[in-house]
């Protein structure tokens, strides 16, 4: 009865080859969000989706892009990936707002490795 | 501006005594806060949340996490420590409308046989 689902969940590609990562939903939930988490660190937000409008922050480098076909699905792109992309990618979903006290729930995440 | 304070990177204790992790925020209104762990090469997991209900809040578990707003902190325990516990730990912040979390810069836990 998995929640949030990431594939895949270990990814290795080459400095500059396009990769893209998945993520799906079967709470349908209105937002969902990516993140990158690098080691020892806290999880940094690259965007977040509600519904179809699409939230990037200031700082999430164009080298990363997002789409969402429908309500359960969500990918993370990212067109050219240097070594410094090597991190953690999860995503995660929630009704609402967390400001408002919805919960985000996340998924277990897809650890890329870029050679 | 929002921000969390983890005042401890690591914790350690022994099986079976208590735990304490300590988180202060900063936000200008009424947060909502929330604690999530991560083990080893996994996502996050909700332990609980606050959200302008009772101060005391339980989570899964055995933790449970009190809001005092005086003291702008929002401190995780736990009776007693099982070994199934050591992980990350990470306080986080939310206010308004936001769908951004503020993450503190998490707590390792450590639990010794």
């Known amino acids: 009865d998995a929640m949030v689902i990431q594939n895949p969940r270990y990814q290795v590609t080459q400095f500059g080859k396009p990769v893209t990562l998945s993520c799906s939903q079967t709470l349908n939930h209105n937002v969902m969000y990516w993140y990158q988490q690098k080691s020892s660190q806290a999880p940094k937000l690259l965007f977040h989706?509600?519904?179809?409008?699409?939230?990037n922050e200031a700082d999430t480098p164009d080298n990363f892009q997002s789409r969402r076909p429908n309500t359960s699905f969500c990918f993370l792109d990212i067109r050219s990936p240097g070594l410094g992309d090597t991190a953690m990618y999860l995503c995660?979903?929630?009704?609402?707002?967390?400001?408002?006290?919805?919960?985000?729930?996340f998924g277990p995440g897809t650890r890329l490795l870029v050679l | 501006a929002q921000s969390v304070t983890q005042l401890d990177s690591h914790v350690s204790v022994s099986e079976g005594t208590p735990v304490l992790l300590r988180c202060n925020y900063s936000s200008s209104y009424s947060p909502s806060l929330f604690w999530y762990v991560q083990h080893p090469n996994k996502g996050l997991q909700l332990l609980l949340k606050y959200t302008s209900a009772a101060t005391l809040v339980k989570g899964i578990n055995g933790f449970e996490a009190e809001f005092k707003k005086s003291e702008t902190s929002f401190h995780l325990t736990k009776p007693s420590a099982h070994m199934s516990d050591a992980a990350e730990y990470f306080c986080v912040v939310s206010m308004d409308s936001s769908y951004k979390l503020i993450f503190g810069s998490g707590t390792r836990l450590l639990v010794r046989p």
């Open positions: 995660a979903t929630s009704r609402g707002a967390p400001g408002a006290g919805e919960t985000q729930y």
């Open positions: 989706y509600y519904d179809k409008d699409f939230n």
